[in-house]
């Protein structure tokens, strides 16, 4: 597929060409498809390239995806890549992730399935009748059995000493401990009733029961509630054969689809918010050097945008979170939330890269988000 240049009028245009505090100049245009564009601007003071994908979630025609490298957790996959493998026309790199692990490091659901808890950083989520969201979430999981309750610690991560984490088969093929766990109960939940939702019911079926064991075979359309240390005191609740009930419960309240998460939340209702949400703190290296930087924000009209800025390189320094938060107020932005950065940062179009990846290759990365359309490019 090629990539047409077209000479349109749009927002994203008036944003970024006709703010004087942030001169640019227009290096390229693309029109990819109808509610889809691509937009990269040149400032000479300081030297910057900024590259933007302005996204209509109303369009019938693009699709909006989360999208995990080889489909699993501790994986990981170069960008184009993992578009290829969707058939997508557009990613942009995702989460940050455990660079030892391949670990993502905060929330993340892919069409309708919870893969992994939010911590205590922003997210990005788009419910199901296609509303984009950042914020923070807080998450709880529960198992209703007919003898009580059991509340689960921890989903898709390898299991500590006392808890009771949930593992679905987007963990991998089988259960993990942490260093410095021992062995302990895994009880198979079997023919899960639908993929596990960000907030709703689902109902299973108790399977077999493994004792003394620090890893077990997850099955298919089901899961496994390893137990540990205090938590094996729940170990009366679970009969071979019962049906138990798998209740997740989502704030704020939202039907969510698609989500994954970011690093910090830089605007919020317009104003600048980064370092006052109460999130997380990540690195300052990572948060007051000039890096490249990819970042998503959404404006008053729920127009997603996101944006991918180069750096270290002489044609563009990148830019701290600071200096983002304050480009992105002055575009007129009404919320936005930093993505992976550095070296991940990167957008791939139609298989083709179209930043300057600062490691000078593509870097394999933990899950991207991805855009699907049905017209061609």
């Known amino acids: 597929m090629r990539l047409f240049r077209v000479i349109i009028i749009s927002a994203i245009l008036i944003l970024f ?136 610690s921890n989903l898709n991560t390898p299991r500590g000493g006392n808890e009771a984490v949930l593992f679905t088969d987007k963990f991998g093929k089988s259960t993990a401990i942490s260093n410095g766990a021992f062995a302990g109960i895994d009880i198979e939940l079997l023919n899960f009733s639908q ?44 009969k071979t054969d019962d049906e138990v009930r798998i209740v997740t419960r989502l704030n704020p309240p939202i039907d969510i689809l698609q989500a994954i998460g970011g690093g910090a939340i830089l605007l919020k209702d317009g104003n600048i918010v980064f370092r006052s949400t109460g999130e997380q703190p990540l690195p300052q290296e990572v948060t007051e050097k000039k890096n490249p930087i990819t970042a998503v924000a959404i404006d008053s009209n729920n127009k997603v945008y996101f944006l991918i800025i180069d750096g270290r390189n002489p044609q563009s320094a990148g830019m701290t979170y600071s200096e983002l938060a304050n480009y992105l107020k002055t575009i007129g932005m009404r919320d936005a939330l930093t993505l992976d950065g550095g070296g991940s940062s990167q957008i791939v179009i139609n298989d083709n890269t179209m930043n300057t990846p600062s490691d000078g290759r593509e870097r394999a990365i933990a899950n991207a988000i991805i855009v699907k359309t049905s017209v061609l490019s």
């Open 17 to 152: 060409l006709y703010t004087d505090l942030y001169a640019q100049s227009l290096v390229d245009q693309i029109l990819i498809a109808p509610g889809l564009n691509y937009t990269v601007c040149r400032m000479d003071n300081p030297p910057l390239i900024i590259h933007t994908v302005e996204v209509d979630l109303t369009s019938p025609f693009i699709k909006l995806e989360t999208s995990l490298a080889k489909d699993t957790l501790m994986q990981r996959e170069v960008l184009s890549s993992i578009a290829k493998r969707n058939r997508a026309t557009l990613a942009i790199n995702g989460d940050f992730f455990d660079p030892n692990t391949g670990m993502i490091i905060n929330f993340m659901v892919t069409n309708g399935e919870l893969v992994k808890l939010p911590i205590a950083r922003g997210a990005l989520a788009i419910t199901r009748d296609g509303r984009p969201i950042i914020s923070l979430f807080n998450l709880s999981i529960n198992i209703e059995t007919k003898y009580g309750v059991i509340p689960v």
């Open 195 to 238: 993929p596990l939702p960000a907030s709703g019911v689902i109902t299973a079926r108790v399977g077999n029961i493994y004792y003394g064991t620090s890893s077990s075979i997850i099955p298919t359309k089901g899961g496994i509630l390893s137990l540990g240390g205090r938590a094996l005191t729940y170990i009366p609740y679970l």
